[in-house]
C-alpha cells in the first residue's frame, strides 16, 4: 500500500469525503461502493495501543509489582484503543471486511485455554484425585513460565489473588497467542499466494478482504 493510500474518511473509488457517522452504512453515499475500515488502521491503532501501555507499564513497574499490576496495565489498553479510534480518523478500503482471527483474538483465546483447561480443569482434576503438595505447585510453576524467569513475583502460588492469577496467566498467554497468530497469518499467506485468478461475473470484489 502506498502513502498516498493513507487518506482518512476518503472514498477510495471516487475520492469523496465521508461523515465518520456514514460508515456504518457500508457504502459510499456518493458512488456507493460497498467500503470498509482497512486492516492496515485496525494495525496501526493496535500498535499505537500497544506502544502506549509499554509506555505505561514502564513508568509505573516497582520491584514489588505482581499480577495484579500486570493486569491493570493490559486493561489499560481497552480505554487506550477507544482513545485513538477516536483521534485518528480512519482510512477505508474497497469491500466489505471479511471475518478474520487477529493477534489479539488468538492472545485471548490462548489466555481462556490456559485458565479453563490448564488453570481450572487441570487443578480441579488434581484435587479429585488426590493430588500431592509438590503436583500442585508443579502445575502452578508451568502455568507461571516464562513470566516467572523474569521475576519471581509472577510465580503463582496459593497465596496469590484471583487477580494475581489472572494477569500472569494474560501476559504469558502473549508468548502463546503471538505464534499461534504468526502460524494462521503464514497460512493465510500461503493460500493468497497460490490462489488462482477468477472471472468475476457477479458484484462481488474477489479483493474485498484486501488492504
Known amino acids: ?32 461502493t460497498d467500503i470498509g475500515i482497512a486492516h492496515s488502521y485496525r494495525a496501526c491503532v493496535g500498535l499505537l495501543a500497544l506502544a502506549s501501555i509499554i509506555r505505561l507499564g514502564v513508568t509505573t513497574y516497582k520491584p514489588t509489582s505482581d499480577g495484579s499490576w500486570l493486569l491493570g496495565v493490559m486493561i489499560s489498553a481497552v480505554p487506550l484503543w477507544v482513545l485513538f479510534m477516536a483521534l485518528v480518523p480512519p482510512w477505508l478500503k474497497r469491500g466489505h471486511n471479511q471475518p478474520r482471527i487477529t493477534f489479539v483474538s488468538s492472545w485471548l483465546g490462548a489466555a481462556l485455554t490456559v485458565f479453563l483447561v490448564e488453570f481450572l480443569g487441570f487443578g480441579a482434576a488434581y484435587l479429585v484425585l488426590g493430588a500431592s503438595q509438590r503436583e500442585l505447585r508443579e502445575l502452578l510453576q508451568m502455568l507461571s513460565v516464562p513470566l516467572a524467569w523474569i521475576s519471581p513475583n509472577f510465580l503463582i502460588t496459593p497465596d496469590k489473588s484471583f487477580l494475581d492469577v489472572c494477569g500472569i496467566i494474560l501476559g504469558n498467554s502473549f508468548f502463546f497467542g503471538l505464534p499461534l497468530f504468526a502460524c494462521y497469518e503464514s497460512v493465510r499467506w500461503f493460500f493468497r499466494k497460490n490462489r488462482p485468478v477468477q472471472l468475476s461475473i457477479t458484484h462481488t470484489n474477489p479483493a474485498d478482504d484486501d488492504d
Open 1 to 32: 500500500m502506498r502513502l498516498t493510500d493513507f487518506k482518512p474518511l476518503t472514498c477510495p473509488q471516487c475520492g469523496e469525503g465521508i461523515d465518520r457517522r456514514r460508515l456504518r452504512e457500508g457504502a459510499c453515499p456518493s458512488c456507493h
